[in-house]
Structure formats: C-alpha cells, structure tokens
C-alpha cells in the first residue's frame, strides 16, 4: 500500500485549506493509499538556525523528519501568505530537509525522489496559485518529483456547503484526479 502523508500549512481553526486537505485525504483512501496526517500544530519547532541544529537539534523536527521518511509521497495543502507559502509551512520543511546522524549534507531522506502534489484554497480569484508556483520551486529544490495536477479553490469563503463539501463539480473531480495521480507517481517511483 502506498503511504502519503498530508501536510496542512495553515493551523487555523476552521481553515479552508484544512477542509481541502480533509476532502483530499478522503479520495487518497478511497484510491487505496495509507494515509498519515501531520499536524504541524503539534510540532515545537523554532525557527530553523544553523546554531540551534548544531547544539541541540529539536526532537520535534527529528520527529517530523522521521514521519516523512517512511512516506512514498507527500501532499502539501496551503494557503497563500503575501504570494507565497506561510512561515510555518517553509520552517517544517526546512527542519525536516536537514542531515541527522551520518547523512551527507544534501542527503534529503524526507525527500528526495519521492512524488509530492500541492492543492490551496484561499479566498482570492487566484485559488492561491501563486503560493503553489512558490511550493512547487521549493519542493523541486528538495529533489521532490511534483506532478503536474493542482487544485485551486478560489473564493474559497463561498465554495464549501456547511458539511466542508464542495458546491462545485469541478474542484471535487480535479482533488480526485490530483489524488490518483499522486498514489500512481508515487507508488512507481518506490518501485
């Protein structure tokens, strides 16, 4: 079975871009991936420093590092800060993009080679694409294969029923297509 985890940038109660990764996690497991979902709410983690990894490298990112290691894939739903991904989001990956142990400077075991899909909702006309034009050029850097498929949810205020569905088709058919692809990448770059 193919394991993805699921990485929300946004923390806020209520989120639209939790509800999408919630719809997103939903079609994963209806394609038959095991899913684990990661909370960065529950993860102390300062921002990243060379002097904090050299002295004392937080468990909480050794944590996260390891979570994300014994994943076949990765999918990062998040909101659009100023154009670009939320702090929080960028301090996860950074921490978890760090050598431990014997691991050469670029070893990226929480990465590298494996298949990554991002999807934002925001409350723009934009669906946050230009936060996800950021996140793909970082997860690229991090030596991620990101498919091709996004989703956007623009308006996103107005795209939800009160059950956290979407009203639209569309979105709903593309988090489905986006998650298949997701699970096919991923699985065939474990192989």
Do not use: C
């Not at 095991?34 to 050299?54: G, H, K, N, Q």
């Not at 014994?70 to 989001?89: F, T």
């Not at 950074?94 to 494996?114: F, H, I, N, Q």
Request: avoid cysteine; proline fraction near 5%.
């Amino acid at each position: 079975m193919t394991k993805i985890a699921v990485i929300t940038g946004s923390i806020r109660e209520g989120s639209y871009n939790q509800m999408l990764a919630k719809l997103a996690i939903a079609q994963l497991e209806a394609h038959g991936a095991e899913v684990t979902e990661i909370d960065l709410a529950t993860f102390d983690l300062p921002l990243y420093s060379a002097a904090i990894e050299a002295n004392d490298f937080p468990q909480d990112a050794l944590r996260l590092k390891q979570l994300l290691t014994e994943q076949d894939g990765l999918l990062v739903v998040s909101p659009e800060y100023n154009g670009s991904i939320p702090p929080l989001l960028k301090n996860a990956i950074d921490w978890a993009s760090r050598p431990t142990g014997d691991e050469g400077l670029v070893a990226l075991t929480a990465y590298r080679g494996k298949a990554a899909a991002i999807m934002s909702a925001s409350l723009s006309p934009f669906g946050g694409l230009r936060g996800l034009m950021h996140l793909r050029e970082i997860l690229t850097t991090i030596q991620m294969v990101v498919i091709p498929d996004q989703v956007v949810i623009p308006a996103a205020h107005a795209a939800y029923d009160s059950d956290g569905q979407l009203k639209e088709e569309l979105p709903a058919t593309l988090i489905s297509i986006a998650t298949a692809r997701l699970i096919k990448v991923a699985a065939a770059l474990n192989d």
